[in-house]
């Protein structure tokens, strides 16, 4: 298991940091932008949780790796313009999914393997799944998906949590738990966006 989350810890990483890069790119932002952004993306949900739980070192300075990964794709993205000239700003909606559905469980695992209850756990889960891109959306001038009427987004991170506790109840395999709860948020909420399901519509206007 612990090789697995480890994985599942780089896919994330490398999906939230696209999607800050993304973001970066859509504001014309220097090479250093584009990494401060990529790199808050990335990282930041899970450094206000191990904040909040007292978990130190945090997980990107035990891991290195992880911002040093995300440099080398900073650069890439910035310096080799056939990379970066065919992701259109639209596309920022997949890896944001990914990232969300993989951060908000492996979140709520870390809370949990700290003797934390279900619901703190599921608390901690939207926070390391959902924190990271308020503050890229936050530093880009634009409204957070977390804070907008036409987006589902931290209840899908909220009901993917218990979906996963569930499974994690029902099932023989923890692994395949974990799995079906970051599918459950990451095409739930692309869903979501693809047939504009909302928690609260519009009020029609004559």
Not at 21 to 40: C, H, L, R
Not at 49 to 78: C, G, K, T
Not at 96 to 110: C, E, W
Request: overall charge neutral; charged content about 15%.
């Amino acid at each position: 298991m612990p090789h697995t989350l480890y994985l599942l810890q780089i896919i994330g990483t490398v999906a939230f940091a696209l999607s800050g890069m993304i973001a970066a790119k859509s504001k014309d932002m220097d090479p250093v932008g584009v990494y401060t952004i990529a790199f808050i993306t990335a990282l930041g949900g899970g450094t206000l949780r191990d904040l909040i739980l007292n978990n130190h070192p945090l997980y990107w300075i035990q891991h290195q790796e992880m911002p040093i990964l995300i440099l080398v794709m900073a650069v890439a993205f910035s310096y080799i313009k056939p990379l970066s000239s065919r992701i259109r700003e639209s596309t920022i909606v997949v890896p944001d999914a990914i990232g969300l559905g993989i951060f908000t469980i492996l979140g709520a695992q870390l809370a949990l393997d700290m003797g934390n209850s279900l619901f703190i756990a599921s608390l901690l889960g939207v926070i390391t799944g959902t924190f990271g891109g308020a503050l890229r959306d936050t530093l880009c001038n634009e409204v957070p998906f977390i804070f907008r009427k036409d987006q589902v987004y931290a209840s899908v991170a909220f009901a993917g949590c218990w979906f996963y506790f569930l499974c994690d109840r029902l099932l023989p395999s923890h692994n395949a738990a974990v799995i079906l709860g970051l599918l459950f948020i990451a095409g739930f909420r692309l869903l979501a966006v693809r047939f504009d399901i909302r928690l609260q519509r519009q009020a029609s206007t004559y």
